[in-house]
T-cell receptor, first 114, second 111 residues
Framework: ETGVTQSPTHLIKTRGQQVTLRCSSQ?????VSWYQQALGQGPQFIFQ???????GRGNFPPRFSGLQFPNYSSELNVNALELDDSALYLC?????????????FGAGSRLTVL | GQQVMQIPQYQHVQEGEDFTTYCNSS?????IQWYKQRPGGHPVFLIQ?????EVKKQKRLTFQFGEAKKNSSLHITATQTTDVGTYFC???????????FGTGTRLTIIP
């Protein structure tokens, strides 16, 4: 059974640029959630995808968008990057239909915005 | 807004001492989960409690969910260096399935 994999692991961008982060969910999991974790803080919920549809969103602006594909993998896109977007972006998958909402996290993508 | 707070923010203990972190929610949670994040790592699921007043044990770790389902605690007996990390509680508020994470408690061990 493979876990959650994310790419890239690290990247550096400049203000105003756009970034795409990718996530492959754990085998058997049909729900993907994205979290932003700033240094020294807890993970903050960005949004969740289930069956390729957004299924809940946190307090993040529209320039944060996502996709889920038929194989349950997912992308997080951030446009017009700001300095405060520098953080660890965590993808987590779960099997919502099983009745449990336990998250399996990937290792994260660390984004630095200069 | 709905918030989940943890205290203390930091805890330094001598190896072998006990450790407790407390989790308090502004509103009722449908269940509570605990995650551990090692330095430089990602959160890893430890346990889920669902019932009011529930207590679960994992070796040296004891987890408790409050009667009102608004608070929880994690107690580690006789800490070891492998316990180092940040412990997060997380819970979905009733009517909202997304997990809201607490502010975390960072545990460091003095050998």
């Amino acid at each position: 059974e493979t876990g959650v994999t994310q790419s890239p692991t690290h990247l550096i961008k400049t203000r105003g640029q756009q970034v795409t982060l990718r996530c492959s969910s754990q085998s058997g999991h049909n729900t993907v959630s994205w979290y932003q974790q700033a240094l020294g803080q807890g993970p903050q919920f960005i949004f969740q995808y289930y069956r390729e549809e957004e299924n809940g969103r946190g307090n993040f602006p529209p320039r944060f968008s996502g996709l889920q594909f038929p194989n349950y993998s997912s992308e997080l896109n951030v446009n017009a990057l700001e300095l405060d977007d520098s953080a660890l972006y965590l993808c987590a998958s779960s099997a919502l239909l099983s009745g449990a909402n336990v998250l399996t996290f990937g290792a994260g993508s660390r984004l630095t915005v200069l | 807004g709905q918030q989940v707070m943890q205290i203390p923010q930091y805890q330094h203990v001598q190896e072998g001492e006990d450790f407790t972190t407390y989790c308090n929610s502004s509103t009722t949670l449908s269940n509570i989960q605990w995650y551990k994040q090692r330095p430089g790592g990602h959160p890893v699921f430890l346990i889920q409690l669902v019932k009011s007043g529930e207590v679960k044990k994992q070796k040296r770790l004891t987890f408790q969910f409050g009667e009102a389902k608004k608070n929880s605690s994690l107690h580690i007996t006789a800490t070891q260096t492998t316990d180092v990390g940040t412990y997060f509680c997380a819970g979905p508020f009733f009517g909202n399935e997304k997990l809201t994470f607490g502010t975390g408690t960072r545990l460091t061990i003095i050998p």
